[in-house]
């Protein structure tokens, strides 16, 4: 055991020590992300020895990926809100949604700013809609933000809950424009053909996996930039300190409206690529349930760390599928009898049950996240040699 | 926008506002007691109105009475509503408690932060649902009919049926009762008494953990008497029943203001009539944009809520 | 003195609720001077503090700081103004290093925000550069330069308090309010902060220091205002200040540490 972690040790530190090592890993790194989804690369990937495979089998494997793909661009965006400005934002889906029905209503040939308003004649192509549908992600995010950011904590939390719940209310009756429950069909997919003249985004999964995966490069690009600089030094000072933030110059409602506005932006263009592939848009998708998934994603992983909130947003849509065709594999029974009643015990059906008590076990043994950063991680293990008064007697 | 039919059926409006009212109130209760006590937002609270919702159906159900028997005597329909209360209460009750112990208290042992239990939180949330959902094949279950519909009062088209006169009736009580718990009797001084000062109270010899725990179930036995009305009111349940109206519940707690007793049968009360009056006005569709936006502009207003929080101190 | 005034509080009220916290208080700082401000326990010295930096709003009255009324300001415009403060009890940013809570003061003048630092803009990045610069010289100014990448939570007490004047001259003010920079200090060490505070006025900042030690305040300032019961009581030099038996009676004569 000690041989191993020793090893471990080494490894690391070669790693942290050495910076073109570490480039070059997170290269080969890269590159395994981009051929991952195809099936003669995958297909060998299993845990050594028992034979359990590490990809999916209930669904295709891109289409997991690239599910997981744009989770992790929420996780992204929600990370800047929730891990770096400490501000809980429990109606995140609420951007993905803008931004997933800005590009129905402009890439539709049956949006009804077409057929009914003629706001424009033709649908327009995909690519065109995306920096709108950013523009008015990040627009709602200082919309949302100017009124509610001067409640502070849980407050906020259900003040942003709200918002995301009158998104998905307002989309599902709202029959003039979005087409409440019946949604909007065919939405744009983005250009691009390959050589034999056949486009490369229609209803395969992977290119868009690769779109997805390209896009989340360069946000955390972008995003390192912003904690790099005085823009994540202000957010942390007002995570920290908001008071004394102000105090010292930081002028902190801009600084928090900015953190609304680019992880509302990072939501949208997530929304975008999902409309892209999903070619149908309705309000099914903007449930609050999801919001809460994406924030579960970024605490599980780590808030404050973009490598964490990757992870997390990997994990949380990754895990309950892969569970699902762990189930196959073994040939679980999909239903036990208990007295008369079938019992629907497929890990299909309590996947989130598992990932629940995944929640709460790593909560409860690694509250910073799996992946933390540095500050974050310090911060928890003070609290924990903070003896707690009185919980002894409880 | 339809105010004619706002001014006609104002009575009624407020009729229906006032009972749904009472059903939010009760829930909101074991939010904001749970809130006062631990700052935490018992995410999974839903989840244990839920268990309530099916306690009840399935204790009727043992009895012999499914949504397709006929409508019992009077005598039989209240036995089996009291029998329905006390056992609702006692499964919500339970599973709060041990929501609490699994969930909560590993954490809390080790002075986790307040977002960690947010997150296990929403997991216990989903582990509840979702094995609730498999055990019962997600699917809808009706309740037996048991009060009956022809109203008790009609005064001139102001009517009143017997399901709501009781549901108004019980909660109050139930209410009151929580009230003169928590201020007079020497669990409930422990109660306010950690709300304050969680340290200084266990200082003082006050049982943190058993406070805790009585809070949990407190809050458990009101939402199981919730889910008793919620059954009869709306006939029917499901497994994830409890998200939309545990989330309603929470804004009428902070509408109130959270941590405060009053405040959530304050904001309870005013969250249904506000909702019966808005849809009357914009059509049923949009009562939930109604309770929400309600939510966000008083916030801007009042950030904490009407009557502020109170249980333990405001907080800054 | 005829120098140049920096700083006017006039006929300040301050009440919350039906208590009156200040009670038209009146006083000017001139520009390179140490002004130190002391009062018996809960005289309102930090109320007063906290009205110049705009934590509260005068209820009658007005600061002018080099002319211009300043309360209702936003804080952080104040900050900018060139007026910058320290806390009694410490609040730095406890998981950031010292260089980043200085360069959080720094960046206080910075003028490129988040589109240019998006982008990595040459601008911005000069901007970053120019602030890290600042950053360490301060440090280097304050003497705890060789603390510059440590978490400011894990620095030792006396270094938590340099740091935060660090912090503090990083937003370069004209004016630097100190609110007892010297409590929980043993002699040594006040004897160097003595030292630290002259050297802040000699860089040409001027300082308002609250205190409670008498010969710290005694030995550094060039006047002292006294307050006692929200209300001024006593304005000069510490030599006459000293002898008014105003102040004996209200704070010299209690007994005291000093």
Request: charged share 15%; hydrophobic share 50%.
């Amino acid at each position: 055991m000690s041989a191993v972690t020793d090893l471990w040790h080494r490894v690391t530190g070669f790693f942290n020590q050495s910076k073109p090592a570490r480039i070059g890993l997170i290269v080969v790194f890269v590159a395994f992300l981009y051929v991952l989804p195809n099936r003669e690369f995958y297909e060998y990937l299993n845990i050594p020895g028992v034979w359990i495979p590490l990809y999916t089998t209930g669904n295709d494997m891109a289409f997991v990926l690239f599910t997981c793909t744009w989770t992790i661009l929420l996780a992204l965006g929600l990370n800047v809100v929730v891990g770096y400005a400490g501000l809980l934002d429990l109606g995140f889906f609420g951007f993905f949604a803008v931004g997933a029905y800005t590009v129905a209503l402009m890439t539709s040939p049956e949006s009804k700013l077409i057929t009914e308003y003629n706001w424009f004649e033709s649908p327009y192509p995909w690519l065109v809609t995306v920096p709108i549908a950013i523009a008015l992600a990040l627009l709602s995010g200082v919309l949302l933000g100017w009124p509610s950011l001067r409640v502070r904590g849980d407050y906020l939390a259900i003040v942003t809950l709200g918002f995301a719940e009158v998104i998905r209310i307002i989309a599902k009756n709202q029959d003039w424009i979005l087409n409440g429950d019946r949604g909007i069909p065919q939405v744009g997919h983005p250009p691009g053909t390959w050589p034999d003249g056949t486009p490369i985004f229609q209803f395969d999964a992977k290119p868009y996996y690769w779109l997805a995966l390209t896009m989340v490069i360069v946000a955390v690009f972008l995003i390192r930039n912003l904690v790099r600089s005085r823009v994540g030094r202000a957010w942390v000072a007002i995570r920290e300190d908001e008071d004394a933030a102000e105090l010292m110059g930081v002028p902190t409602f801009r600084f928090k409206l900015w953190a609304f506005a680019i992880g509302a932006a990072v939501g949208g263009i997530s929304g975008s690529l999902w409309a892209g592939y999903n070619n149908f848009v309705n309000s099914a998708t903007f449930s609050v349930e999801n919001s809460i998934l994406v924030l579960a994603a970024v605490l599980l992983g780590g808030a404050g760390n973009q490598a964490g909130a990757i992870l997390g947003g990997f994990l949380v849509v990754y895990v309950p599928e892969w569970l699902r065709s762990v189930g196959d594999v073994f040939g679980w029974p999909k239903t036990v009898r208990v007295f008369d009643i079938n019992l629907d015990v497929s890990p299909t059906s309590l996947r989130y049950a598992f990932f629940g008590v995944l929640l709460i076990v790593v909560m409860i043994f690694r509250p910073q996240g799996l992946w933390p950063n540095r500050r974050r991680a310090a911060e928890f293990k003070d609290r924990r040699q903070a003896v707690v008064v009185g919980e002894g007697v409880g | 926008m339809h105010f004619d039919d706002l001014v006609n059926g104002f009575p009624n409006l407020t009729t229906t506002g006032l009972t749904q009212g009472a059903i939010y109130a009760l829930i909101a209760l074991g939010y904001t007691l749970v809130y006062g006590v631990l700052r935490l937002i018992n995410f999974a609270h839903s989840e244990v109105f839920m268990f309530g919702t099916f306690g009840a159906m399935w204790t009727w159900g043992w009895l012999g009475f499914g949504s397709t028997s006929g409508r019992p005597g009077l005598g039989t329909a209240i036995m089996l509503i009291a029998l329905g209360l006390v056992v609702a209460a006692v499964v919500s009750g339970a599973t709060a408690v041990v929501v609490e112990l699994v969930a909560y208290r590993p954490l809390r042992r080790r002075n986790a932060p307040p977002l960690a239990f947010l997150i296990t939180a929403i997991g216990a949330s989903f582990v509840l649902m979702e094995l609730m959902g498999a055990a019962t094949g997600r699917i809808q279950f009706g309740m037996p009919p048991l009060l009956p519909s022809n109203p008790v009062i009609n005064v001139g088209g102001w009517r009143i049926t017997p399901l709501q006169l009781a549901t108004f009736v019980v909660a109050l009580v139930v209410m009151f009762a929580l009230d003169t718990f928590v201020q007079k009797t020497r669990f409930g001084r422990g109660i306010r008494a950690v709300a304050q000062d969680a340290n200084t109270a266990a200082l003082m010899g006050v049982n943190k953990g058993k406070v805790i725990a009585l809070v949990f179930l407190l809050g458990g036995l009101l939402a199981g008497v919730a889910a008793v009305f919620h059954n009869m009111k709306t006939g029917n349940t499901r497994f994830n029943v409890g998200f939309l109206i545990g989330l309603k519940a929470f804004a009428a707690a902070v509408l109130g203001g959270i941590g405060n007793l009053r405040g959530a049968l304050v904001g309870g009360l005013l969250l249904g009539l506000v909702e019966s009056y808005g849809s009357a006005l914009f059509g049923s569709n949009w009562t939930n944009v109604i309770a929400f936006v309600v939510l966000v502009v008083l916030l801007m207003f009042r950030p904490t809520g009407l009557l502020g929080e109170s249980l333990g101190r405001a907080r800054a | 003195m005829d120098r140049k005034p920096l700083l006017e509080v006039d006929n300040v009220t301050l009440r919350f609720g039906g208590v009156v916290a200040l009670d038209q208080v009146n006083f000017t700082l001139y520009e390179g001077e140490i002004l130190g401000l002391i009062g018996p326990n809960g005289a309102g010295k930090t109320t007063c503090f906290n009205a110049m930096t705009g934590v509260y709003l005068p209820t009658e009255g007005q600061i002018r700081f080099r002319g211009e009324q300043i309360s209702g300001r936003k804080r952080f415009r104040i900050t900018k103004m060139g007026m910058a403060r320290t806390f009694q009890n410490i609040r730095l940013f406890p998981e950031m290093t010292a260089l980043e809570n200085v360069q959080v003061g720094a960046d206080a003048h910075h003028r490129t925000s988040v589109p240019s630092a998006l982008l990595r803009l040459p601008r911005h990045w000069q901007e970053e550069k120019q602030g890290r610069a600042l950053a360490e010289e301060v440090l280097d100014f304050v003497g705890i330069r060789h603390r510059i990448h440590e978490v400011a939570r894990n620095l030792p007490y006396g270094d938590q308090r340099r740091l935060e004047i660090a912090r503090a001259l990083a937003t370069r003010p004209t004016l630097l309010c100190l609110d007892e920079p010297a409590a929980g200090f043993n002699p040594a060490e006040k004897a160097s902060l003595l030292e630290l505070i002259r050297k802040i006025r000699d860089s040409g900042v001027t300082v308002l220091l609250i205190e409670h030690d008498m010969r710290l305040v005694m030995g550094v300032t060039d006047r002292i205002v006294v307050l006692e019961f929200g209300k001024k009581i006593a304005e000069g030099s510490p030599a006459e200040v000293r002898d008014n038996p105003k102040v004996i009676a209200a704070y010299l004569g209690v007994p005291d540490a000093a």
